[in-house]
């Protein structure tokens, strides 16, 4: 059912999809995790724009295995856009997601220290979550991340990485 994204890909889906896992992967290899268990699954309503066009989906990501070992936290992301379904593999440090965990309230009640700004977030289903909306950047990607007291720590992003606006808003967890 789901298949590895084929960078060589022309279609614009394609392209979108492409920069969209990306920025999600480089997003959320920040460290932006909350509560990282096996097991621990997370859903988004995604919206993606480029060049007036836009698409939109579902993305989920779930904890597959930890390492403790060799510190890593290995991580599937499925997405669903426009009735194509993709899955992409990518691994996170244990010990900065346990961090984040340990310090999400802190970050909650000490925002501006951390230059952000105290917003609340409506998420898809309707429920409004205090968050910390802080600048996020990296080579190829920049924008804005809501961190929340939710799993992985985010309620809502906004990215744009090669012309590509991506827009991930906290759907559920379990």
Known sequence: MFRRINASAVN???VLMNAFFVCAIQLFALGAFAWP??????Q???LM?????????????????????????NLQYDISISGQNHRQASSSNLTDA???????QSILANC?????????????TG?????????????????????????????????????VTSTLLFRAQN
């Open 112 to 124: 501006q220290a951390f230059g952000g700004q105290n917003e609340t977030v409506v998420t898809a």
């Open 12 to 14: 614009q889906r394609s």
């Open 127 to 163: 429920v409004s979550l205090p968050s910390c909306k802080m600048p996020v950047s990296q080579s190829n990607s920049q924008g804005w991340a809501w961190i929340a007291d939710v799993k992985f720590g985010m309620a809502k992003t906004i990215t744009t990485s090669n012309g």
């Open 44 to 46: 988004y309503d995604v």
């Open 49 to 73: 724009e480029r060049g007036g066009q836009s698409s939109s989906g579902t993305m989920s990501i779930r904890v597959v295995s930890i390492d403790a070992a060799r510190n890593q936290l």
């Open 98 to 104: 346990q961090n984040l965990a340990n310090n999400i």
């Open 37 to 42: 268990t096996l097991g621990d699954e997370v």
